[in-house]
């Protein structure tokens, strides 16, 4: 295609950053990290049909501190993507377009998918008995 | 060629009725995951940190295998139907974006296979 010289609409880091516009490409880069956390659940998975010796290294690894952080990210990933994955639905449906909504929903998102991680964790540690 | 009308060579080269698809099958695979991936989350918090013998009798449940088998499926389908939008915004090189897709699809097949096979491994063993 022939280069045109007409003039370009403003590159991204022109605009100022928004709440808006945070989470739309949070909610892309949240989508990568999960399809790149799929790998955990395929190693994870396939140890625990391989038997009880590679299961528990698969477990050694993973509840490292290493493994800690990087499932408190997908955790978080995942909830975050859940729940603004909802917001987007409710979009496809034709509601909460109004900026008010669309601000409040954004909010609403980062504070549930927070407190859905916090909690997930929490029952977690409490299931395992403090460990 | 040049004695057909405009109207004759396009004809039934048009739209095959599929410009949704994408957009409806990533819909309906999000649809599926609310609900799959809380009640995998939920269980994982109680199976994760367990031993092995409680993993395999967990997965033994046919109603466990077969809502893992519809996670499975429901996230590498949603999973390879994302990616696929950002290779397609990002990569700009023809060959190379088809290339991309055509590796990362198959990888996604690859991925879920494995996953399945893993699932139905333990809940048919005996």
């Not at chain 1, 790998?39 to 590679?54: C, Q, T």
């Not at chain 2, 040049?2 to 695979?29: E, I, N």
């Not at chain 2, 290779?87 to 190379?96: A, G, K, N, P, Q």
């Amino acid at each position: 295609m022939e280069k045109s010289q007409r003039p370009l609409s403003p590159h991204l880091q022109i605009y100022r950053p928004q709440l808006t516009s945070v989470l739309s490409i949070t909610h892309r880069a949240s989508g990568i990290a999960l399809v790149l956390g799929t790998l955990v659940l395929v190693y994870w998975l396939l140890a625990a049909a391989s038997g009880a010796e590679a299961y528990s290294s698969a477990q050694q690894l993973l509840g490292s501190w290493l493994g800690r952080i990087l499932m408190l990210g997908f955790s978080f990933a995942l909830f975050f993507h859940l729940c603004n994955g909802i917001r987007h639905l409710f979009w496809d449906a034709g509601l909460g377009f109004e900026l008010k909504t669309a601000y409040a929903s954004g909010k609403a998102v980062v504070a549930v998918s927070v407190i859905m991680t916090v909690l997930a964790w929490v029952l977690a540690y409490a299931m395992r008995g403090g460990g | 060629m040049k004695f057909r009308t405009p109207l004759g060579r396009v004809r039934g080269l048009g739209s095959a009725k599929s410009g949704t698809h994408h957009w409806w099958m990533q819909r309906l695979t999000a649809i599926a995951l609310v609900p799959l991936s809380l009640w995998f989350v939920a269980s994982l918090i109680i199976v994760v940190t367990a031993e092995h013998a409680l993993v395999v009798a967990w997965l033994h449940s046919p109603l466990v295998a077969i809502l893992c088998c519809a996670l499975i499926v429901a996230i590498f389908y949603h999973g390879q139907l994302g990616l696929q939008v950002v290779v397609e915004d990002y990569v700009h090189t023809e060959w190379l974006k088809v290339a991309s897709l055509v590796v990362m699809k198959l990888l996604c097949l690859l991925l879920a296979t494995a996953c399945l096979f893993a699932v139905l491994s333990i809940a048919f063993r005996s």
